[in-house]
């Protein structure tokens, strides 16, 4: 399964960003690389996204370059919200969403941040 993707949820467009399971490297860069092109090929305030680091695990170098992807992003982003954020994930992405420009809702699971993107 493609790790960046579109799904159709209640009649929205919704792109999931799954970095589950990733560590840095290889294909976390290139999963960052496809989120980010991705993004970029979309109207601007358009984009839906739920981040999904579930298990995920970061160090200063992937913490940089999420910090450079959310600003990137920015101007595509309508709105967008995180699941998986737990423990130190939780400083990284307040440090990540301050450097970036943009904040993001963390839920716990993917079925409340798909409810959160539909809201208007």
């Known amino acids: 399964m493609d790790r960046i993707r ?10 999931i960003e799954d970095f ?7 294909e976390f ?3 960052l690389e496809t989120a980010r092109q991705t993004i970029a090929s979309q109207p ?3 984009v839906l996204a ?3 680091a579930t298990n995920a695990s970061f160090n200063m170098e992937a913490l940089n370059a999420m910090s450079g992807f959310v ?12 699941v998986g954020i737990k423990g130190l994930l939780v400083v990284a992405l307040q440090t990540v969403t301050r450097l ?6 963390t839920f716990d699971t993917r079925d ?7 809201e208007p």
């Open 29 to 31: 860069d290139k999963t």
């Open 44 to 46: 601007p305030k358009s």
């Open 112 to 118: 409340e941040a798909l409810e959160f993107l539909i």
């Open 50 to 52: 739920l981040f999904d």
């Open 6 to 15: 579109f799904i159709e949820y209640k009649g929205k467009n919704i792109l």
């Open 71 to 82: 600003k990137q992003n920015t101007p595509y982003i309508k709105k967008a919200c995180a």
């Open 20 to 26: 589950s399971g990733l560590k840095p490297g290889e």
């Open 100 to 105: 970036g420009g943009r904040s993001f809702h």
